[in-house]
């Protein structure tokens, strides 16, 4: 549908695309936001350098592995040990604050306006920041469940409890055996609810979410609409960018709004519609605010 995409060379200052968006956002008649890995790591949630020594630096020192992400993958030998870095990696970035307030600023932005939020983050960062639940859809799953590796049901199990419990007994970079987490339901070792395969579950949960965005999408598409995406990269674009230009594409009443520090692109054929910002979406946040 789309040409290539190419960067927005805008004539515009910094100033003046920040003073469109903050016109844009109270003009708007409904706000969707698309926020992607970029928004959290300018909150701060990032998973190597100053944050990883912090957290990992005697994971590190065993296994040799410099970064979170990597740490995730890393073939431990038993699940003693899976579960030692697993439930630490959880705790730090599901239970604990962003370092900058970056989702309470985005949060300020839009609370009064009709919003609606879809994200492939799984770090829960916009309920902790007060966004409603029900105007939420996590795409991609949440560090805050787990389910059967099997798995053998539908169901997710909330985790906090078991996290803490592990972090709590674990020595010499394992956890007590008899802290591995179970299915409930057939016994079989329980994972995260995270979309890595085809072994995903999309719980009752994920349904209504997903229906309550396509809700929100099919009863404003003739209205004014802020498509706002945020710190969206190319590893699943299908979930969020494309859609948002093909739908600001066929409202002429829209407009698409980017703000990723390095790759603010959008389509030729949207381009009297956009917004693209390259900076910091910390900084964008609060200069908007």
Known sequence: MFLKTSTMKSTESYSE???RLKNEIETADA?????????SASAGFTYNGERFNKYFSDFEDKYGFHDMYTGGFYPYSTLEEHWAYWSRFIYVNRYMDAPKPVYNDL???VKDKDYFVITTNVDHCFQKAGFDKKRLFYTQGDYGLFQCSEPCCNDT???KDAVIDMIEHQKDLKIPSELIPKCPQCGKPLTMNLRSDDKFVEDEGWHK???RYGNFLRTRQNQKVLFLELGVGY???VII??????MTAK???AVYACVNYGKPVCPKEIENQSICINADIGKVLENLG
Do not use: H
Not at 241 to 246: C, M
């Open 209 to 211: 979410a997903s229906e």
């Open 31 to 39: 706000v969707i936001i698309g926020a992607g890995a970029g928004l």
């Open 17 to 19: 695309q920040v003073n």
């Open 251 to 253: 409202n002429p009443r």
């Open 241 to 246: 960018k494309y859609p948002f230009w093909q």
């Open 157 to 159: 199990f909330e985790n």
């Open 107 to 109: 949060f300020n932005l």
């Open 235 to 237: 590893n699943t674009p």
